[in-house]
């Protein structure tokens, strides 16, 4: 089943197509901007404002997945592509550097809390994991040709209009999204037995990410193609400049090569996933990609300067990468609760980019201080740092149902009693609203109602789909032991 054919996923797709060319623009004025500004101090401006933009990610994205359950989903998107529309509104006015590092801060801070939310609606859209599978694809697809025709575009813009009005385009385009996002048909957000306090709620996400065996893979293999990233993004000019004596076109070809390559990638992965299977397709991705990186080193180290050699190196990089970041979406849906869903795609994005933070300074300074041969061992061999880290951590017998058991105990959570789990009479007076508020036994009042009290769970052993949640706050281990 195509994913276009949910008149959901066409509104949400087009919304990130939108914002996504929106933001490119404002990529390439942002720059113009620091260098008016900042004249040659202008990379070090464009360098922490990448480093704001990634501080701002790891900070607000699990904050805002902790707490993003107590507000409407459709509020939630709208509210933020509106703030985000009015920030880069202000950006045109600035005329001091501070200025553009707090406004900068504070959309990718929306960003932060817009992005995992919306990535949490989309499996609920195609609950079909093959429709899914391609809905992640064709997302990547939107972002390498973003890539790729932003800067096209922008010169185009350029000719007729100055850099500020950019800006203006970017605007339009997020307030373009919150319009589409108001006209979807949004699936209703599925409950969470959540009820911890703020701080309970902002790490949730993150802690219960991290003890999912196969999520703390998935973190291994994203920091590993974060490396390979990071040499592609930061170095791909100092390659084509100063080692290969290209022009800025050769600059421009490279990249394309690596969009290319990943596009193609991109394409390849709803055929051949469901056959060859999450883990396998993933760790094959990344270490062709920090194969290519070590490649590149060796190339470099006996002087085999070849602008073709380079080039299809760049292509498998970006095959690579892809092929290894493409299918998290299904690990991470897979690995959440309905209701926690947010929650796990926010760590997801935090933690992920905490890996671009790394690499970005280990790979942008080692290409800087020592040479780019020194960049390149440093991409492929952090790489493949991740690559091993990801084999041990991540089981490759990885079943959805685990057998565990339960030690009986006395707790307190919303719950109804259509789940046997439940099924009790009450003593005393029920919580929650007015029809229990009397002391009689409400076991039939309360069926199908979400009510909350003290009521004791005896000890169980049984098997179903496992993730971390209230109920099950450790990984079982092999032998079924107590969580």
Known sequence: MSPFSKSAFRHLFAAQITSLIGTGLTTVALSLLAYE?????????????LVLKMVAYLVIAPIAGGIAHLVPRRAWLVGLDVLRAVIVLCLPFVDQIWQIFILVFVVNAASAAFTPVF???????????????????????????????????AAGLLFVWSFD???LVNSATFVFSAILIVTAILPKAAPTDRDSGFYANTFFGVVSYLKTPRLRGLLAVYFAVSCVGAMIIVNTVVLTRGILGGSALMTTVFLACAGGGSMAAAFIIPRVIDQIGERRLMMMGIISAATVMVLGAVLLTIGWENTISF????????????????????????????GDRSAFFAANFALSHGGWLIAYGVVGWLGSLAGLSYAFIASGGLAFVGVIAAHFMWPRQDPLEIYHTHAGVWHDHPHGHDDP?????????????????????HAHDHEGHKHRHQHYHPPVAHKHRFVIDSHHTRWPVDDGGKV
Do not use: C, M
Not at 37 to 49: F, K, M, P, T, W
């Open 37 to 49: 500004l900042a004249g040659e101090d202008a990379g070090r401006v464009l360098g922490s404002i």
């Open 119 to 153: 990535q949490a609606i989309i499996p609920e859209i195609l609950d079909d994991e093959k429709a899914y599978t391609k809905g992640l694809s064709y997302a990547r697809l939107a972002y390498d040709l973003e890539n790729l025709a932003s800067p096209a575009l």
């Open 165 to 167: 009005s950019l800006f």
């Open 311 to 338: 080039a299809v190196l760049w292509a498998v990089a970006g095959a690579g990468s892809t092929f290894a970041q493409t299918p998290g979406g299904r690990l991470v849906q897979r690995s959440a609760g309905a």
């Open 421 to 441: 789990h439940h099924s009790h009479v009450h003593d005393g007076p029920a919580q929650l609203d007015p029809l229990h508020s009397t002391g009689k036994d």
